[in-house]
C-alpha cells in the first residue's frame, strides 16, 4: 500500500471536521493500511484520515510494541476530572513539540472497520493519544489546546524548522 502525503500545518483541512464513516467496504480497510504505513514512516504514533486530506472518522495508533488499532468514528463519551500533561507534537508539524494538559482517563465508543461497535476506556499515554487524534477528527489541531503565547512559540519553531529544510 502507499505511504501518502501528509498534509502539514497550516493547511486548512486541518481545521475541518472530519465526516462521518458510513461505508465500511474494502477501501476503508485500504485507508486504515495506508494511514498506519504513513504513520510508521513518519515517525508518529497516530494519525487521522484527515492528516492525509481525507475528510473521514478514522484514527491509527500503534503505541510502542503493541498492536495497531483502529478506531473508525471515535466518540468520546466520558472523561475524567484528573488531569495529566504531556509532551505532544503532530505530524503535520514534524520537529516540535509542547506540553498539553488533558483528561487523564477516558471512556469512548468506536466502530471497527467491519462496523463492529465497540466501548471502552483508555488511560495514560493511549488516552492522550485518543484525545489528540479525535481532537483533529473534530477539526481542532492540536495547537489550539496552548496559550497564544506557546502555540506562536511552537509556530516560529516549526517555521525555522522548514525554512532550514529540517522539515521531514
Known amino acids: 500500500m502507499p505511504i501518502r502525503p501528509i498534509l502539514r500545518?497550516?493547511?486548512?483541512l486541518l481545521r475541518r471536521k472530519a465526516e462521518p464513516v458510513s461505508d465500511f467496504g474494502p477501501g476503508l480497510a485500504?485507508?486504515?493500511t495506508d494511514l498506519t504505513e504513513t504513520m510508521i514512516e513518519a515517525g508518529g504514533v497516530g494519525i487521522t484520515a484527515p492528516h492525509v486530506g481525507v475528510s473521514s472518522r478514522l484514527v491509527v495508533l500503534k503505541l510502542g510494541d503493541g498492536p495497531v488499532e483502529v478506531f473508525v468514528n471515535p466518540e468520546i463519551t466520558e472523561t475524567s476530572d484528573e488531569t495529566v500533561t504531556r509532551?505532544?507534537?503532530?505530524?503535520?508539524?514534524?520537529g516540535v513539540i509542547d506540553a498539553v494538559t488533558r483528561p487523564a482517563r477516558i471512556r469512548l465508543t468506536w466502530a471497527?472497520?467491519?462496523?463492529a461497535p465497540h466501548e471502552g476506556a483508555a488511560e495514560g499515554w493511549r488516552a492522550t493519544c485518543l484525545l489528540h487524534e479525535i481532537d483533529q477528527l473534530d477539526g481542532i489541531f492540536w495547537l489550539q489546546r496552548l496559550s497564544r503565547?506557546?502555540?506562536d512559540k511552537v509556530?516560529?519553531?516549526f517555521e525555522k524548522i522548514r525554512r532550514l529544510g529540517g522539515e521531514a
Do not use: I, N, W, Y
Open 155 to 157: 509556530v516560529r519553531r
Open 149 to 151: 503565547l506557546r502555540r
Open 9 to 12: 500545518h497550516p493547511d486548512p
Open 30 to 32: 485500504a485507508l486504515a
Open 87 to 94: 509532551d505532544e507534537g503532530s505530524v503535520s508539524m514534524p
Open 112 to 115: 471497527d472497520l467491519t462496523g
